[in-house]
């Protein structure tokens, strides 16, 4: 039996791959068909401190291997998670990370000291990456400035660990993970979605109604695994990856480069199980290749 | 709700781009309800990536039919399948059409056009079981986009056609021909499935005539499982409207609920 356990140093996973977040619901809605407790953990979709109503449709666009949304985080706000959402998701046998979000730094820390006041969260993922929310793209993790001063106030308010999501838009993207951990973030995650843009020829308009989205799905999974492995080789915290993710020799993939644990995304819709599925391709290649523990091969890349 | 990753093809019917699915799943088949419907997976490659939304045609205890028309790769793809073949299948989701427990003698409409004629085969032999006297209208651009009017004759189901261009029943839209019977003898319930245009003009028709009537919605979905928020459309609810997930909490949904846009 591979140990699929994973020390992250601020919270133990019992094994390395959690539900990323926007492409998981809240997580009940996967209950039909997934035992949410085989989960390493999972991340709810991302929370405004109010209800949002998200962008119009056209949303979504299927590309080649890939997917590019415009979803624009519509939620239900903190109240009705806290509410409705939070109290069945306290019982799993599963680490219940909540993605937070904010117009401005003040409504981040809003959101947190909210939740913070809620039992059943094991940690935050800090969404400074969405690029559907603000025009072009904008969001705090295009830059290294905004990014440590944002994490920085969230840090000295959170009860819990934060993780930071990191933005793939950027010229360099070991850059920002510094400022984040500079400013004393307990993780990194990477990454969020690639800004995309697809056009309908016929009618000459952008397929989706904000023009933009984020591309996710197998085809960025090349671009995240350099990212993750450039800001691993950076950082001393550990890096979640995550970048269209498929199967466990994907996975395996991000845990070579430097991820102490990944994120699925993407896949979560194509086969609502696939990160159980994954989980144990994972231990079989373990298994397979005499690794007794699964935390043995994180950041084994070799030299080319 | 079941992942059928067991389910099999058992026969396959095919006119022009119009395929007919016979498949065996006994967990979908037993559980559907008309109006709702199944997530695909065309391929196990990565392209196309998505399952495909298909509503369900049919359904019983050895399984379910599905009827499509290939509208890009991945229903291309998928009309590639032979009798035989394993098929893998997310459903039955989403809530489907109200059929009332006894309907004696009300009348009620079915308006499909096109491929939009998919779950009012199931639902007419529903509401027909539950009493109602039922009419099925049938509308598609020329003789060849009407493809299933045997099966509506084999179940006692009344049909009446329509084709744009006069190839075959009445000559013009399916609305104008709703248009008309609404004139002869008016309808108690309506049910519509089709093209956005079409069920547009089928709202104007029944609002001006005050008949409760129900849409089933299409949308390109992510996920069908309400997951990914991808495939919302403005509904109307007591407080206000706002976009609601077309497969979660459609896709029928009461025509005055509906808010159209362009």
């Not at chain 1, 962008?55 to 806290?82: C, D, H, M, Y």
């Not at chain 2, 493809?147 to 190839?167: M, N, W, Y």
């Not at chain 2, 013009?172 to 089709?194: F, K, N, Q």
Request: hydrophobic share 45%; net charge negative; charged share 20%.
């Amino acid at each position: 039996m591979t140990d699929l356990t994973m020390d992250l140093g601020f919270m133990t996973l019992k094994n390395p791959v959690l539900a990323a977040s926007g492409t998981f619901g809240y997580g009940l809605e996967f209950e039909p068909y997934v035992g949410l407790g085989q989960l390493g953990g999972l991340v709810v979709k991302g929370l405004y401190f109010n209800p949002r109503e998200g962008n119009r449709p056209p949303r979504l666009v299927e590309t080649p291997s890939g997917l590019i949304n415009a979803i624009g985080l519509q939620g239900v706000g903190v109240k009705a998670f806290a509410e409705k959402v939070l109290p069945r998701l306290r019982d799993l046998d599963t680490a219940v990370v909540v993605n937070v979000c904010g117009d401005d730094d003040d409504e981040y820390v809003a959101v947190v000291e909210f939740l913070d006041r809620q039992d059943g969260i094991a940690a935050y993922e800090l969404n400074i990456s969405c690029p559907n929310v603000k025009k072009e793209g904008l969001c705090p993790a295009l830059f290294a400035e905004p990014t440590f001063a944002l994490v920085k106030r969230v840090k000295s308010v959170s009860r819990r660990p934060v993780i930071t999501k990191l933005s793939p838009n950027v010229t360099d993207i070991a850059e920002v993970a510094q400022a984040a951990e500079e400013a004393g973030t307990d993780a990194i995650s990477l990454v969020n979605t690639f800004l995309a843009m697809a056009i309908d020829i016929e009618t000459r308009r952008p397929r989706l109604a904000n023009i933009f989205g984020g591309l996710s799905g197998p085809a960025i999974r090349p671009l995240a695994v350099r990212m993750v492995y450039q800001v691993a080789s950076r950082v001393k915290v550990p890096v979640i990856g995550m970048g269209g993710i498929m199967t466990g020799a994907d996975a395996l993939e991000f845990l070579i480069a430097g991820a102490s644990a990944v994120q699925v995304g993407t896949a979560n819709f194509v086969d609502p199980d696939a990160a159980v599925r994954i989980t144990s391709e994972i231990a079989g290649w373990c298994q397979a290749h005499g690794v007794a523990r699964v935390r043995d091969i994180v950041g084994t890349v070799r030299a080319a | 709700m079941t992942i059928d990753r067991n389910a099999r093809i058992l026969s396959v019917e095919s006119w022009g781009d119009y395929y007919l699915f016979t498949i065996e799943s006994p967990a979908v088949g037993g559980e559907a309800r008309p109006g709702q419907f199944v997530m695909v997976k065309v391929s196990s490659s990565p392209f196309p990536l998505l399952r495909r939304p298909l509503s369900i045609h049919s359904a019983g205890p050895v399984g379910i039919e599905l009827f499509f028309k290939i509208a890009g790769p991945g229903t291309e793809i998928l009309a590639g399948k032979k009798a035989g073949d394993p098929i893998d299948i997310l459903g039955p989701l989403g809530k489907g059409f109200t059929v009332p427990a006894s309907l004696d003698g009300k009348k009620a409409f079915l308006v499909g056009g096109g491929r939009g004629i998919a779950p009012l085969y199931f639902l007419g032999r529903e509401l027909k079981a539950a009493g109602a006297e039922v009419t099925v209208l049938y509308g598609g651009r020329c003789q060849r986009d009407i493809p299933l009017r045997h099966k509506f004759e084999v179940a006692q189901l009344p049909l009446l056609c329509s084709t744009d261009d006069g190839s075959f029943g009445f000559e013009g839209m399916v609305t104008e021909l709703l248009g008309r019977e609404l004139g002869r003898s008016p309808a108690d319930l309506l049910y519509v499935c089709g093209p956005d245009p079409m069920m547009k003009a089928t709202a104007q028709t029944v609002r001006a005539a005050g008949i409760p009537a129900e849409f089933s919605l299409e949308s390109m979905m992510g996920c069908g499982i309400g997951a990914c928020w991808g495939c919302v459309h403005r509904i109307r609810d007591g407080s206000g409207d706002g976009w609601v997930k077309i497969c979660e909490e459609g896709p029928v949904f009461p025509g005055d609920r509906i808010v159209w846009t362009d």
